[in-house]
């Protein structure tokens, strides 16, 4: 295969200068193909580092780079350094935030016991954001490296914390970083640990680092530690929409301008073709297609029966996802809502609500008193999940308890049509895409980008239709 004008000036850059790099890549451009050709053309003495974000990616590109290069993940990476400074095997417990959160609350006073449990789910994910953004309580652990302040912290929580939650935080938080100590970490301790209380970092003359745009202020930290000879990164800037869970806006840009990096264009795309590339100018004028043809349609009505097997349905909110999967397995069709952690979470929040009996008008009363509490303490995706509840509540009518069941139901299906959220199809590839409700896209550069990353999923055909255009 023929390389293109940019990736033949991105391999003069990498052989012929001793420069760090920053590629931007856009959508389905050939960013890890064009790593490769950087790694064969530079053809290393000493090993180098490829870092890359989970390990089915590492397990490809171990396949596919050279034996001299390290493939690791941030992950795998961070275990090994925090291993070696503690001179121990490490123990890895993925429960172990909500193991800890138990222990507190069962030491605690009976009659406080059920407030505190209320806070479980905000609680292990406030612990989770804390280890991404590089938060460690205050006036604990001084020789830490610490990123941000509590303030700064609450402001980036789904929700403002009350009180008793932030407490709770910074207690887990605190007997964590204790346990780290002792040898027993979770995932994110694979990163937050040796990132902000240290460890000898291994040294390689060049890094290589794969999606650039999605590294946390963790991450970047990290890298801080790693780096002392050549940095080559690549990302796409406009694909960074997971700021929600801790990926630093602007992440690449303050990269380029830290480690003077030379920034280099990947714009052709291989993936996607004419008629997606252009639909997407309005985000990404420079975007190109290598390949001609595609079809993006904004029908003012669709029969629903036209949606085949095999589609993809992916919207920026859960409910109208939701919506349309009931209406569609009840036209006997068969569906997939893929990647949703949020079931279990919602489905926890509806058995909070009040006893299984209650009525149908009570159950969406319960919701709606829900929902006023959250919005009261800044919470962010509330509205959504409200929503989501009140579609399995109307979906039988019945009881709370059958609304329970119904969404049991729907998280249960395996079917041949797939629904999911933008966040969930980033990385992914489909024939054919529905963009359910483009209205729901918001005006902030996340959102913005969030509309990019659904149009762009597609290798051929691309439909915008809003939830109340389609014709049963």
Sequence with gaps: MSHTDEQLDILSAATLTKDNLMLNALAGTGKTSTLELIERAIRPKQPILYLVFNKKNADEATDRMLSTTTVRTFNSLGHRIWAASQSKNLRLNTKKTGDILRELIKESPSRSQGELWDSYHEVVAGVGLAKALGYVPEGKYPNAKRLLTQSRFHSLLDERPDDLTSDLIDAVLSRSIKLAYDGLIDYNDQIYMPALFGGTFPRFPLVLVDEYQDLSPVNHAMLERLVKHRLIGVGDPYQNIYGFRGAKAGGMSTATAAYSMQPL????????????????????????????GGEVHAPSRMVASSIGDNVTIICRNNAPLFALAFRLLGAGHSVSVIGSDLGPKLIGVMRKLGPEELSYGQTISVINNWLEEKLSREAKNCEDMAECMRIFATAGKGSLGTAIAYAEHLFKQDGSIRLLTGHKAKGLEFDEVIHLDPQLIGHSDQDKNLSYVISTRSKNKLTEIASADIQW
């Excluded at 714009?267 to 996607?272: D, H, L, M, V």
């Excluded at 639909?279 to 290598?290: D, T």
Aim: hydrophobic residues 45%; positive net charge; contains cysteine.
């Design 265 to 292: 264009p990947l714009s052709i795309s291989f993936r996607c073709p004419s008629a997606i590339v252009e639909h997407v100018h309005w985000r990404v004028p420079h975007f190109r297609a290598l390949n001609l």
